[in-house]
């Protein structure tokens, strides 16, 4: 990115060099790679350092390291970026290295880690490592642990981990905006033994909300529960990669939560057990199986499968509000009203006048409203037997038969073996015992009004 080399080039690097990072010295700042991508890069492989099997995270990445004297280096820029939500809307946000969330940091149980951190963001900062095991005053807490880092300076977090797990990271200064405009990410801890709970796949995102008014780039910042794009790692449905499998894998997918709310998170055609939580690796006698597991707020959860069920598998929060795009919450329930006469009389006025739900909302997945510039439908995406009527916190487990070790690119929609879809029923049908069993009486219906869910 430009604004990158033409910070670290010259008078800038030396001199943000001269006092704060003088213990390792200015000359040494280890290079600050940036992605320019929203789509998940293949796992990297370790080029040096203790080996372990490294993950994928879904629409993102993992940073470099350089190994310098007995540690593992990496540096973080602390700025605002530009994130393609889904394909279609683009979001002004702040991050890491040219996304958010930023990029997965991933070491190995015994690693000494030195992390360098260069705020390039209009106000002060701050990374807090949220589950790792150091000293206090590597925690990143802003005026409790250290001073805030000033905008154009960097500083330099030092500590040995203890222990393997996944934890993440965030900002500890002014906590509320900075998490709200999307600062944060993943860091990763194998461990020392590489076949200890070694899997095949191993997935991580992030659970992280924004508040994006229709035809606007930048999320509202003071938003404490009416957030209207739920993510994983800053995507919403289609926007997010599907998990690709094989048959047969041992699959582990790490989860964290980010936003101000629980998300159960639910997978079809399998179960699951969580073998790992905030505090580290759950013992096999103390798991059981679970098909949606609900992740509270700060929480971590690892849950593990072996992928023996080929298929398209929906993988999602089961808050069917957290499934939905932008929109407005002040529609009332229509269903069973009959207002054909209203609807024709307000188009004479208002052409692009639609009535919303009277046989259920279904129709929103394939009719194309008239929406604001950078804005997402509500429900879209279209599967192999037409629109799947989602948004936000969805995605797909695909499970193959003969995929590569390495290979992570979408295989399209599944083949189902014949004779194993739900099909039509072409044969009689009962009379239904009364008429008005299929039209309620509209007076009964409820009208949702705003805030009356947000409580979720
Ligand atoms: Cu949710």
Known sequence: MNTRRRFLGGAAAAALGAGLISRVGAASLPEAPTMD???????????????????????GWTLPWRMKDGWKEVHLVAEPVVREIAPGMKANLWGYNGQSPGPTIECVE??????????????????????????SGMDGVGGLTQPQIPSGKTFVYEFAVKKSGTFMYHPHADEMVQMAMGMHGFLVVHPKN???????????????????????????VNTMLDFNLWCWNTRVFPG?????VRKGDRVRIRIGNLTMTNHPIHLHGYEFVVSGTDGGWVRPEAQWPEVTVDIAVGQMRAIEFVADAPG????????SHHTMNAMGHDVPTMIGVDHRGIARKVMNVVPDYMVMGERGMADMGEMEMPLPDNTLPMMTGTGPFGPIEMGGMFTVVKVRERLARDDYADPGWYKHPPGTVAYEWTGELPKPARAEAVHPDPKALTVRRRGGHSGH
């Open 240 to 244: 997010i990669d599907p998990l690709v």
């Open 312 to 319: 398209d598998w929906a993988f999602h929060c089961h808050k």
């Open 37 to 59: 991508k929203a789509t998940m890069q293949p796992p990297l492989a370790p080029p040096s350092g203790r080996p372990y099997q490294p993950v994928a995270t879904l629409n």
């Open 110 to 135: 015994g690693d000494k880690v030195r992390i360098f951190v260069t705020n390039r963001l209009p106000e002060h900062t701050t990374i807090h490592w949220h589950g790792i095991l150091l000293p």
């Open 194 to 220: 590489p076949a200890f709970r070694r899997v095949d796949r191993d997935f991580v995102f992030l659970l992280n909300a924004f508040d994006i008014e229709p035809g606007a780039r930048t999320p509202k």
